[in-house]
């Protein structure tokens, strides 16, 4: 099943779509299912916690509802309430750091955004660089799983943009942080469409340029042990999102086009500009 959040362009609100193809069908009715929330809320993603019990009805609504073209949609990120961003660091096999020793930062969760809404530089005095990865869906509650159940827990996968401002790496956390540089889409694959995300691999582009060509089998940490490793030192929840790691880092800059085209999950054009609150 693939999953996407989009909005129509003559209105300011989110739905929910079920991707058949090129296809969109809107199901955004199926979300009165999910459970009414009062202060404090949960930690987790609701829509991604009730998944299992929910993707009949999707199945079900997507039957009576038009098909809407990709194009005529705007992408948002999938997850809609990430608890945590947690990026993998220096994990591939040609960094030549064994997982035991790499550590991950964080990203704040309010960099989100969606295939469609783009890059916005604010710093444009400072370099910003892509970074572009596979990014783990967390579809269930867990801490400190093995290796061999950790894929249990993954909801769905998804491409990432881990955009990061070039800086001491004291800041990275930080320098990952500006709004719209954790860019999620263009859509959550399931879990079940893809056993071994290890078999996944990647092609990246900007503005039609190759610039970095790999399988994912080469990461250091698999998504496995991504998520194993990371629940060793803190509890996962629904929604949080785990981003690989990345390999192919360069300065982009306003103008440009990132593509990250992942088969079996798919392909996302990604606009880079300045933001208008740009220094």
Known sequence: MKICRFML???NLPRLGLVNGEAIHDVTDVTRELPAVTWPLPREDLFL???PR?????EQAAKSSPA?????VKLLSPVANPGKFICGVG???HHGAPLGVLGFLFKATSAMAGADEGVHIRWTSRTTLHEPELAIVIGRTCSNVSEAEALD???GYTGGMDMTMKEQKEFFCFCKSFDSYGVLGPWLVTGDEIPDPSSLAYEFRVNGELRGQRAFGDLTGSPAQLVAFASSAMTLYPGDVIFSGAADV???MPGDVMSLDIPRIGRMDISVSASP???
Request: hydrophobic share 55%; proline share 14%.
């Open 54 to 58: 929910l993707r009949p009805l999707i």
């Open 68 to 72: 809407l073209p990709r194009a005529a």
């Open 153 to 155: 827990y993954v909801a």
């Open 91 to 93: 994990n591939w096999k």
């Open 9 to 11: 362009p003559e209105e």
């Open 277 to 279: 609150l740009a220094q």
């Open 49 to 51: 916690a009730s998944l």
């Open 250 to 252: 360069a300065p982009v």
